[in-house]
């Protein structure tokens, strides 16, 4: 498969089976903008859910938490956003064509017409709105581009809500916003999207090796839900690529057709953020260090990835076609906990009244367990197909012979194999195989 074809392949199927969709469609549509449809919610549910229960749920030390979009503006003056999260950007004296000056080979010539190039000049990533109804008395607010800050300013609701000891976290699921130079390739760069972050609080002494365990625990979870080994990489930054409040960041990479691009970026912030929200509010953020006697600002340890660029990369890394006698099958291999439908219920023969009465009482009786669906408007073999290309991983079959034995066939999306399975016996055949 040509890796190009790859990429489109991927786009065409969300489209088609209602993945994704562009925004505003109907007016054109807004460049770089994406809906998410009926399977691509479930899908980014799913991955959303399993980032949670391994942060949240399966550990006693990482809380929960969901804070507001807007934030006060002085957040944003205090976090140095303000004044340093930009980029450079180059235009075209030409073709007017913008470019990420960082992006281009000769930073004189436009790499689209050959035009002069302007000097690279900042432009500043935040998007910027209004609170308030009156203009004249109205706030100047930011669309926040990250949603660490949501964490830190709530620090010592933590501290005296849940009287944590270090080391301890909090995890965030929700959107961010950048007003990106180039943003492209599908839903990878985007002005609107989603991150799931950590922020996990440390003894600064411990900084470094509790650094070191979660780019070793965030690799891992990729790997879990499916992705394969030899499309991820780990990529320490330079000291010339580093944010402005990080000491050290190592990037978790996937093996993108577009090439090597970041998922996730762990970083140590050290004790950059509270100690700016302490001195800025001043309100004191800092502990108590039992052995030393002296108070401290604990140092922070960040897991920051995308929701949409993960999204993504499950979506490429599952994406097979493979020939079947003369047809050629088009199957997502997602990792069940994944995938949109767990099971589609399908009559082998829709004219047999008995067999579309059992098949759709299993449906719902698997729906309050597992998100199921019933189908019966193509003969079985399409179904499978239609099964196999939005990644479901198992289908029940009611047949004629269900009538007299009870039981129905259960196809393995990967293997195509077929097992007879009671139908009293279901809900636990699956329970073994869906809750992973
Ligand atoms: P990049 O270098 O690709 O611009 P970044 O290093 O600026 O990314 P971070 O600030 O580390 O990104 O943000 C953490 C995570 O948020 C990224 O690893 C990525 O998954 C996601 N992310 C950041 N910007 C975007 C974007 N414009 N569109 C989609 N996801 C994004």
Redesign the pocket.
């Known amino acids: 498969m040509m890796i190009n074809d790859l990429m489109e392949k991927v786009i065409s199927l969300c489209k088609r089976r209602g993945f994704i969709f562009q925004s505003s469609e109907i007016y054109g549509g807004l460049a770089n903008t994406w809906d998410y449809g009926p399977l691509g919610v479930e899908l980014k549910n799913n991955v959303k859910r399993s980032w949670w229960r391994k942060v949240v749920y399966e550990r006693d030390d990482i809380f929960g938490m969901d804070a507001a979009i807007l934030m006060h503006p002085k957040v944003w003056e205090t976090s140095g956003h303000l004044k340093n999260f930009f980029d450079l950007k180059s235009d075209c004296r030409s073709c007017k064509r913008r470019f990420k000056t960082q992006d281009l080979k000769d930073p004189q010539r436009c790499p689209d017409c050959g035009g002069q190039l302007t000097e690279g000049r900042p432009f500043n990533l935040m998007f910027e709105t209004r609170l308030g109804v009156i203009e004249e008395e109205s706030l100047v607010v930011y669309l926040r ?2 949603t660490a800050q949501g964490m830190f300013v709530n620090f010592l609701n933590i501290l005296d809500t849940k009287h944590p000891k270090l080391p301890f976290g909090l995890a965030q699921i929700g959107k ?1 916003f ?1 007003n ?1 130079i180039t ?1 492209g390739n599908f ?9 799931m ?1 950590i922020e996990y609080f440390v003894h600064p002494k411990e900084a470094e090796d509790r650094y070191q365990e979660w780019i070793e625990e965030r690799f891992k979870w990729y790997i879990e839900l499916g992705i394969k080994r030899e499309n991820l990489r780990r990529r320490a930054h330079g000291k010339d690529e580093l ?1 402005h409040y990080a000491f050290a ?1 190592t ?2 990479e996937y093996n993108f057709p577009f090439g090597w ?5 762990i ?1 140590n912030r050290t004790d950059f953020d509270l100690r700016k929200h302490s001195e800025m509010s001043n309100k004191d953020m800092r502990l108590f260090d039992e052995i030393s006697k002296e108070k401290f600002y604990p140092y922070i340890i960040e897991p ?7 999204v993504l990369a499950f979506l490429i890394d599952a994406y097979y076609e493979e020939k079947v006698k003369d047809d050629i099958r088009v199957v997502l291999r997602l990792h069940p906990s994944l995938s949109p439908i767990k099971i589609a219920v399908l009559p082998l023969l829709k004219n047999r009244a008995e067999l579309v009465e059992i098949a759709k009482k299993i449906t719902w009786d698997l729906k309050k367990k597992f998100f199921t669906v019933y189908d019966d408007t193509a003969a079985i073999g399409k179904l499978y197909r239609r099964q196999d290309e939005i990644g479901t991983p198992f289908c029940v079959t009611v047949d004629v012979q269900s009538l007299e034995d009870k039981k129905v066939t259960v196809r393995d999306r990967d293997t195509m194999e077929q097992r007879r399975v009671g139908m009293d016996k279901l809900k636990d055949y699956f329970f073994d195989l869906l809750c992973v």
């Open positions: 581009p990250e961010a950048r990106e943003p839903i990878f760069r985007t002005r609107e999207f989603e991150q972050e944010a960041c990037d978790i691009q970041e998922l996730e970026g970083a920051s990835g995308g929701v949409d660029r993960s």
